[in-house]
């Protein structure tokens, strides 16, 4: 499986951009970058996924090197409510697909006021 | 709310007691997926079904635990006889497939709060 390597924590400014980077330098040509984040005692929350472009939703932004050994997660403008353990996650492939994700211990965000 | 449910949020049992939890996934999810997550680290994949057959298993899905998911809907993840260590989170999510093999894999997994077990 890939791996990948994110910091283990990250503090930001409230209304600040909060900019969360992962390495991913082993990541195969038909796999993708998947971002989840998980708020204190919940489950984890879909935020992004991405092959090669960058894409953009009403939550984030992701940009992805053009070689895709690594990423960034943008959140433009960071609130309270963003506080949460974020995860970098490069999707199993395999003949099987069965579509599971594997996660590491991904970046505790701290969004400060 | 129609995402992914699951029963009980917590359960406190004695060790070696037997307990069940309950998910349901998100109507018309043929993919339902079993985590486990203890504190301070990631959630660890344990097992995944696709409609009613169960076709992957971790090695950490041990003996004591049995999945099921009768009818392709709703699944249960028992554990006879606890462990101290068997105290965690116990995540479900699940996710939709579509005809298209390039459309199921990018599919998102969609996450319930889980269950919280501990063992005393």
């Known amino acids: 499986d890939a791996k990948t390597t994110q910091p283990t924590s990250m503090d930001c400014a409230e209304g600040r951009a909060a900019n969360l980077p992962c390495n991913h330098s082993?990541?195969?040509?038909?796999?993708?970058v998947y971002w989840y984040r998980q708020i204190h005692s919940q489950g984890p929350q879909y935020i992004i996924h991405?092959?090669?472009n960058n894409e953009t939703n009403e939550m984030a932004s992701l940009i992805i090197t053009e070689d895709r050994k690594s990423s960034t997660l943008i959140l433009p403008h960071a609130t309270l409510r963003d506080t949460a353990v974020y995860y970098c996650?490069?999707?199993?492939?395999?003949?099987?697909?069965?579509?599971?994700?594997?996660f590491g211990q991904g970046t505790t965000l701290q969004v400060k006021p | 709310d129609t995402g992914v449910s699951q029963n009980p949020r917590h359960k406190i049992t004695k060790r070696g007691q037997n307990v069940t939890f309950r998910c349901d996934p998100i109507?018309?999810?043929?993919?339902l997926y079993w985590y486990r997550q203890t504190l301070g680290q990631g959630p660890e994949f344990l097992t995944y079904?696709?409609?009613?057959?169960?076709?992957?298993k971790s090695r950490l899905l041990s003996d004591r635990f049995s999945a099921e998911r009768p009818k392709g809907s709703f699944s249960t993840l028992e554990i006879q006889r606890t462990e101290q260590g068997d105290s965690a989170m116990y995540l479900c999510?699940?996710?939709?497939?579509?005809?298209?093999?390039?459309?199921?894999?990018?599919?998102?997994?969609?996450f319930g709060n889980g269950t919280r077990l501990t063992v005393t």
């Open positions: 999510a699940s996710s939709p497939r579509t005809s298209s093999t390039l459309l199921s894999y990018n599919s998102p997994l969609h």
């Open positions: 082993t990541i195969s040509g038909n796999e993708y």
């Open positions: 991405g092959l090669k």
């Open positions: 996650i490069v999707r199993v492939a395999g003949s099987s697909n069965t579509g599971k994700l594997i």
């Open positions: 109507s018309e999810h043929n993919r």
């Open positions: 079904f696709q409609n009613e057959a169960q076709l992957e």
